[in-house]
């Protein structure tokens, strides 16, 4: 089982750029494929970006590409995802997610994920 916590949200200015976290707790951090996925007023759940267990593999929604970057440091049991030129439309609570995987899977479906953190608020102003 594992614990999942975010921390970084906040306001920014329309093309500003965030950081955030997600830290795990767990002894088996190794063991899971991390996802960041977002969910703006009104809407569905949307995936951002994922990254495999080790081989650094990663995902990225079309909307994010060239703009957002997901990392992971296993020695730190964080995953990290580097949000730049945001956009006021991606104003949204962003939630990491954790699921149990093989070594260079990715999962992209918000179902397939057992582990969820509390989410972070993201506000970009116009």
């Known amino acids: 089982q594992v614990q999942l916590v975010e921390t970084g949200g906040g306001l920014v200015q329309s093309g500003g750029s965030l950081i955030l976290s997600c830290a795990a707790s767990?002894?088996?951090?190794?063991?899971?494929?991390i996802a960041w996925f977002r969910q703006a007023p009104g809407k569905e759940r949307e995936s951002v970006a994922a990254i495999t267990r080790r081989t650094g593999g990663t995902y990225y929604a079309d909307s994010v590409k060239g703009r957002f970057t997901i990392s992971r440091d296993n020695a730190k049991n964080t995953v990290y995802l580097q949000m730049n030129s945001l956009k006021p439309e991606e104003k949204a609570v962003y939630y990491c997610a954790a699921v149990y995987a093989g070594w260079d899977q990715l999962v992209t479906d918000a179902n397939s994920y057992a582990y969820w953190g509390q989410g972070t608020q993201v506000t970009v102003s116009s």
């Open positions: 767990g002894r088996t951090f190794t063991a899971y494929v």
